[in-house]
């Protein structure tokens, strides 16, 4: 029950992977796009994971592990975290660019003409919130799966896709705010309460950051009982 304990840092998580609601729609279409429809992007999201998931499994793990450098799971959360964290930042980052560029200022969404700037700067917190899923959601499974008892593996699953839920709700709650003059925060606000809880989750969490802590499905001592004794028997 403690690895689920992770599962609930994941809902602030969530509000920065992509941005909230409809924003980063609201966005794009203050934007150029040459035609290109303002939800183009979004197709970004599963590519970048396609392409990073074989990079990850099949040349940086494995670089990593031969160094012995491989990230434990916190560690990788830990990473992921940090990533959607930027992800934020740029997308409230591209908003004030927006703001900047508009004709009519801080009330872009509602301005008859677009800001002069292309809606490809979506891309970066597209791919990095992307990239984030592959080092966060991709580990919180494994966490799930391997931490659990057979017959409550569904059960844990099924907690950590309600976080999921949790973020959708919190989402619902904040549309009268999703709106100019806004939407920097929108998109920062949720960026900085991510860096705090990624601090928090790091010293929370940092004692199961041990791939046998998961994988042997052990408590952190006898994890370390287990490797003094393997070093005593090399």
């Given at each position: 029950?403690?690895?689920?304990?992770?599962?609930?840092?994941?809902?602030?998580?969530?509000?920065?992977?992509?941005?909230?609601?409809?924003?980063?729609?609201?966005?794009?279409?203050?934007?150029?796009?040459?035609?290109?429809?303002?939800?183009?992007?979004?197709n970004f999201n599963p590519v970048t994971i396609m392409v990073t998931i074989p990079i990850l499994t099949f040349v940086i793990y494995p670089f990593l592990e031969r160094r012995r450098l491989k990230p434990g799971p916190i560690t990788r959360m830990t990473i992921g975290f940090s990533i959607a964290t930027l992800a934020g930042i740029v997308g409230a980052l591209v908003q004030w660019k927006v703001y900047q560029l508009s004709p009519c200022g801080t009330h872009a969404s509602s301005c008859d003409n677009v800001a002069d700037i292309s809606i490809w700067w979506q891309i970066p917190n597209t791919a990095l919130s992307a990239i984030s899923e592959c080092f966060a959601n991709v580990t919180a499974y494994e966490v799930a799966y391997a931490r659990s008892p057979d017959s409550m593996k569904g059960l844990a699953i099924a907690i950590f896709l309600f976080t999921a839920a949790l973020s959708?709700?919190?989402?619902?709650?904040?549309?009268?705010?999703?709106t100019d003059p806004?939407?920097?925060?929108?998109?920062?606000?949720?960026?900085?309460?991510?860096?705090?809880?990624?601090?928090?989750?790091?010293?929370?969490?940092?004692?199961?950051?041990s791939e046998n802590y998961f994988a042997d499905n052990v408590d952190p001592p006898q994890v370390e009982e287990q490797q003094v004794l393997f070093k005593a028997e090399a």
């Open positions: 029950m403690e690895a689920c304990g992770i599962f609930w840092f994941y809902p602030i998580y969530n509000l920065n992977h992509g941005g909230i609601g409809s924003v980063p729609t609201n966005q794009g279409a203050s934007m150029i796009t040459n035609g290109a429809p303002n939800d183009l992007l979004n959708s709700a919190l989402g619902e709650i904040l549309i009268p705010v999703i806004w939407l920097i925060w929108i998109w920062g606000a949720p960026a900085v309460a991510l860096a705090v809880q990624t601090v928090i989750f790091w010293f929370r969490f940092k004692h199961m950051n």
